[in-house]
């Protein structure tokens, strides 16, 4: 395949990278800096690594998938979704495997600065994360086609971007970082449930068997609904458990917002889930960040 000349290069690679997704890895970094910031641990270096190799890791997830997909035939002219680069012919398999590596080795040497920070719990995370990202829909055992995804997600964009980010600042781990990892893990695997919901036809006709393909759509929205409540709950926890002042519930600002997803994940079907997906990405991220102020507040 040849790039198509229609859409320039750069504008194929920005599609590919996915840009409405970056807000998963930027949040759980804000979050695991404000908490070192609260308990006086804050380091910029370290924070700013965090921040690009978690980008570098979303964007090579995003790379891969949409390799693997189109690979494996599960992109297809009449999906739901946006374009794809490779689907499209915007971007050839050559040039889309090295970008890949490209990705990865500027996320490794990212890894390196951390590892001499963290010493060798980083290096465990990083070499488990960069695996995991390969794996995430290639290899012999793609976690993505066998109802793995979201369990990726959660724990690498969520439990381990939080903690990690934490512990490069503190070098330690404490319940709290714990608790709002996971808060952050569950909204960040809300934004894959959504995809998944709107290619839940196409994935099960390719056989990449998503846990949405497993559970069904009423069940996946039910998922979706229950990983929102759970992120929820973890504002209060914080308060009641003396954690924090009351300020830790300013994220309960955009519940209202949130409630109107979840009323709509329950309307919208195929394409009308990409505004869904990207509202969710938003009101992530948009937690995250007061319930950073909230702590450090």
Known sequence: MAISPEVAPWRAW???ARPKTLPAAVA??????????????????????????ALLLQIAVNLANDYADFVRGVDTPDRAGPVRAAAGGLISLPALRRGIVVVLALAALVGLYLIAVGGWPILALGVAAILSALAYTGGPFPLGYHGLGDLFVFLFFGLAAVCGTYYVQAL??????????????AL?????????????EGDAQAGKRTLAVILGPERTRLEYVTLLALAYAAPPC???????????????LTWPPALGLMRRIYTAAGAEL????????????????????????
């Open 28 to 53: 759980p970094v804000v979050m695991g800096s404000a908490l070192a910031g609260a308990d006086g641990a804050f380091a910029p270096l370290p924070a700013l690594a965090a921040l690009l190799g």
């Open 172 to 185: 330690t781990l404490t319940a709290p970082v714990v608790v709002a990892a996971a808060a952050i893990g």
């Open 238 to 252: 914080f308060w009641l458990a003396g954690w924090a002042s009351a300020w830790a519930l300013l994220p309960w």
């Open 14 to 16: 920005l599609l590919a």
């Open 188 to 200: 960040t695997t809300a934004i894959l449930v959504v995809n998944n919901l709107r290619d839940i």
């Open 274 to 297: 990409n505004k869904t997906l990207a509202d969710t990405a938003r009101l992530g991220l948009l937690f995250s960040l007061l319930f950073a102020l909230g702590v450090l507040l």
